[in-house]
């Protein structure tokens, strides 16, 4: 099942093209990985694909209906997307930070069923010791952890997330692509822009590789090629194959 299909989805900002005839489909339960280098388009993308940007041209479809036809509330229930940094300038708890995500669903003020929902991905994710803790005093693997929580909160279909493992130490990096993981073989899509290339094929089963706004390779790791690798990130490396599992050895700048 096509949870999301774009379609020939341009955008430029103040008339530079970034993001440059793209058509994909991403499967339910997918976990892709956007790649590329910096100003490649990966945010950009995600951005399109949330309704946070409009296409100029071409089309972004969600669970076979036109993006732009969703309201902001509409598209929340269906879809959840974590930025790339998130700041918070008052005290909350870790709580009421995950229940920021039921909003879609409330209309006045929160629920049992809200509450319930909430303490139950808290569980679920470990952070039930913290809940009452401000997150402006959590370190940043557990903050990037209640920030997808807020964003599971939602009970989405869909999960965008950009640069969740940045600034993260090596285990809080394998803690959360492991858990988005799991979220996709439970039947949420899953689309992170990531610029770890063993991080993402460690832990990713599809990859669209974006450079300079085009689609250069998508698919599974047979997509990964050196020539091709080196000519997006002027990058000399080694494909190293053990065990199944592929890994990217980088050698010397070109």
């Excluded at 049992?112 to 402006?136: H, P, W, Y």
């Excluded at 600034?167 to 073989?185: A, F, G, V």
């Amino acid at each position: 099942m096509e949870m999301i299909k774009l379609s020939g989805v341009q955008f430029a900002y103040n008339g530079f093209p970034v993001i440059k005839g793209i058509t994909h489909s991403f499967a339910k339960g997918s976990f892709t990985a956007l790649l590329g280098p910096n100003g490649s388009g990966k945010s950009t993308l995600l951005r399109l694909i949330n309704g946070i940007l409009m296409p100029q041209s071409g089309e972004v479809a969600v669970m076979d209906r036109h993006s732009g036809s969703y309201s902001a509330r509409e598209m929340a229930r269906h879809m959840a997307y974590v930025p790339q940094r998130q700041y918070n300038t008052f005290p909350a708890t870790v709580f009421d930070t995950v229940l920021l995500g039921r909003n879609p669903y409330i209309s006045w003020s929160p629920a049992k069923d809200d509450r319930r929902i909430t303490a139950e991905i808290l569980v679920k994710l470990g952070l039930d010791d913290i809940a009452l803790k401000d997150i402006n005093k959590l370190s940043g693997g557990q903050r990037q952890q209640v920030f997808i929580a807020r964003a599971l909160a939602q009970q989405p279909s869909v999960m965008l997330l950009d640069e969740p493992t940045a600034n993260l130490d090596l285990r809080h990096q394998h803690e959360i692509l492991c858990l988005l993981k799991e979220l996709s073989e439970s039947g949420i899509t899953v689309l992170v822009a990531i610029h770890d290339l063993n991080l993402a094929l460690k832990y990713c089963n599809e990859f669209m590789i974006l450079d300079n706004g085009h689609v250069r390779a998508e698919g599974g790791t047979e997509i990964f090629d050196e020539k091709l690798i080196e000519e997006i990130y002027r990058v000399r490396i080694k494909i190293i194959r053990d065990g199944g599992e592929m890994f990217i050895l980088p050698v010397e700048p070109v």
